[in-house]
């Protein structure tokens, strides 16, 4: 089995890292986006399985279950297709059409549950719904992207010493949020080598994860409705929330200024970015780094859909008047 997986493993990894122009700090942008199945979260994904393999866990005869609605379902279906083993994703009505779709063509079977929670989103009725299958199902294994810590031992090693290695020096990273993993392996290696690195976590306002109160939220990827434990490892210095109108807009910069299609979590960022820096005046341009965790293309009829935008937008504006 591993060696099927490491087969794979030179599509991971290793992506680009680019200068990009910056009217006021040395701008660097991650492009996550060149991994297998378009995404960072298939770093954690050939991580965590990688080790239940070696340490026994998972098996020929196991089924791997996950609540996912994105790209870490996404990826782990690719994987443990290539493996030949069952995989089970939990989703729910939020997801994206051509995921669902892309899901169900790649996993043994999906489970979507229907019931909100009482935070309004869906992830505590997923983590339900995960729980009773791993109670049904024999051999079975969750790969809990919220509290395993080879979530955060992949970014450690992968993204994180990709990051520290390119570098001499790093004054700021930004990261995106939702399971933790990615700020949690980045921030702890980034750390390592550069003491006074400021980390960024950049999050959706009505994300619960920072404290903050819950709100619906339409873009996935970035922001949780639960504070993931995972995060208990990372070393964040300040903490950004950016409107979801917020985050269209940073998408659409990023392309216009950069030819960068990026995903959510990659506007979002980018967002953060101008808005930090906008007011602030540095005796040396600052060296920031960025991440674009996935492109552009599954967002094709939301973010870059402008009948969306629009709805979004007056969404937006009730909530703000009201
Ligand atoms: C597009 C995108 N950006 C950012 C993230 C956040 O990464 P993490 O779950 O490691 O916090 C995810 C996670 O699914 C994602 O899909």
Not at 185 to 212: C, E, H, M, Q, Y
Not at 281 to 301: H, M, N, Q, S
């Amino acid at each position: 089995m591993i060696e099927k997986l490491s087969s794979i493993g030179n599509f991971i990894g290793r992506t680009p890292l680019v200068h990009l122009e910056h009217p006021t700090v040395d701008l660097y942008a991650k492009l996550e986006f060149h991994n297998l199945m378009g995404s960072v979260k298939v770093r954690p994904a050939y991580y965590i399985l990688k080790s239940a393999i070696e340490s026994g866990r998972v098996t020929q005869d196991t089924t791997v279950i996950e609540s996912s609605s994105g790209n870490f379902g996404i990826a782990l279906a690719t994987l443990c297709k290539r493996l030949g083993i069952k995989f089970i994703p939990v989703i729910d009505p939020n997801i994206n059409p051509s995921y669902e779709n892309l899901l169900r063509s790649l996993s043994y079977r999906v489970e979507k549950v229907e019931e909100r929670d009482k935070t309004g989103g869906f992830l505590l009725t997923r983590v339900q719904r995960v729980n009773d299958l791993l109670r049904d199902i024999p051999n079975s294994f969750w790969t809990n992207q919220y509290g395993n810590i080879d979530n955060f031992n992949a970014h450690y090693k992968g993204l994180g010493t990709e990051l520290a290695e390119h570098f001499d020096e790093l004054d700021y990273a930004f990261v995106g949020v939702s399971s933790g993993g990615t700020i949690s392996g980045v921030s702890r290696r980034l750390k390592d080598k550069f003491p006074n690195v400021r980390i960024v976590a950049v999050d959706s306002v009505g994300s619960v994860i920072f404290g903050t109160p819950p709100k619906k939220r339409y873009i996935p990827g970035i922001g949780s409705s639960m504070v993931p434990d995972i995060l208990r490892e990372a070393v964040i210095d300040e903490v950004f929330h950016v409107e979801e109108v917020d985050t269209i807009t940073g998408c659409y910069q990023l392309f216009e200024d950069h030819c960068i299609f990026g995903g959510g979590s990659s506007g979002t960022s980018y967002y953060a970015i101008q808005q930090y820096f906008k007011d602030k005046i540095f005796e040396k341009r600052p060296k920031v780094v960025f991440l674009c965790p996935d492109g552009g293309t599954p967002y094709a009829d939301t973010v870059y859909n402008q009948d969306w935008v629009q709805d979004i937008r007056e969404k937006n504006s009730v909530q703000i008047q009201s």
